[in-house]
């Protein structure tokens, strides 16, 4: 009886601490992988009792899935349009929404064995015969592109040519691996894929790369996803993401 006492009380007293403890889903754009992947034991040394949980994709395919019921409580997109269609549609508390960092749209090939692209017009030589680009409806990194290529008149040109991806990682991956002469990704992705890419050009668009974050309106931990926001925001966080490359907002 006294050790089913003593048992008893322990789960008493356990209680407390695991009703407490609060895991919360993170969907964001798939280049902020490493980073935030960095933050999160940062994060959660700063605030005992909360985890995070990572969803890394497309911020077209994340928005999908936060509107299809996903559990999710902070959102993190690669472009402004996305979060702008999650405030729309209402999916977001729109009071919560941030800026937090920029990037640029980068021009590469593979380091070995490339064709020796210079530029974009190159782009438009027999040698080249494949280049990978975001999918433009999901894709952010598509849309930046599908800017740079419209205002010199040579996405209609070279669309026979590309080969769709799914994230600007998988843009990243069909490049390093070979499997395509050139691709349009992030100065952050070029980085992480170290000497297995060259970085050719870095093609300016009228849209600024600009990255937002906002707390998802269904979550039911609002306040530990506000927390979250606020620590990516703060000086340890922004040292972070800086360290992989990525600009303040």
């Known amino acids: ?27 964001a754009a798939a280049s902020l992988s490493d980073a935030f992947k960095e933050l999160a034991p940062r994060f959660e040394a700063a605030k005992p ?18 509107r299809q019921g996903a559990p999710v409580d902070v959102f993190a ?15 977001i508390d729109a009071a919560s929404r ?10 590469i090939e593979p380091a070995q064995g490339g064709t020796g692209i210079t530029g974009l017009a190159d782009l438009n030589r027999p040698a080249v015969r494949k280049i990978a680009v975001g999918k433009t409806a999901t894709v952010p990194v598509g849309r930046y592109t599908k800017e740079v290529l419209d205002a010199i008149s040579l996405w209609k040109v070279l669309e026979p040519k590309f080969v769709q991806a799914d994230s600007a990682r998988q843009v990243l991956d069909y490049v390093s691996r070979g499997e395509v002469e050139a691709g ?18 870095s093609p300016q668009g009228a849209t600024p790369v600009s990255y937002p974050i906002a707390v ?19 000086e340890p966080g922004q040292q972070v993401l800086a360290r992989h490359g990525f600009g303040k907002p």
Request: no cysteine; proline share 2%.
């Open 216 to 234: 998802v309106a269904d979550s039911p931990h609002k306040a530990a996803a506000a927390d979250f926001i606020a620590f990516v925001r703060s």
């Open 77 to 91: 997109s690669a472009d402004q349009e996305t979060m702008d269609r999650a405030d729309a549609q209402k999916r």
């Open 98 to 107: 941030r800026n937090f960092v920029t990037n640029s749209l980068v021009l």
């Open 49 to 66: 009792g909360t985890t995070v949980r990572f969803n890394f994709a497309a911020s077209g395919v994340l928005l999908q899935q936060i």
């Open 1 to 27: 009886m006294r050790i089913v006492a003593i048992a008893s009380l322990l789960s008493a007293l356990a209680w407390p601490a695991a009703s407490w403890a609060q895991q919360i889903t993170v969907s």
């Open 184 to 201: 349009f990704v992030y100065r952050t992705d070029a980085t992480v894929a170290g000497n297995k890419v060259k970085v050719v050009a």
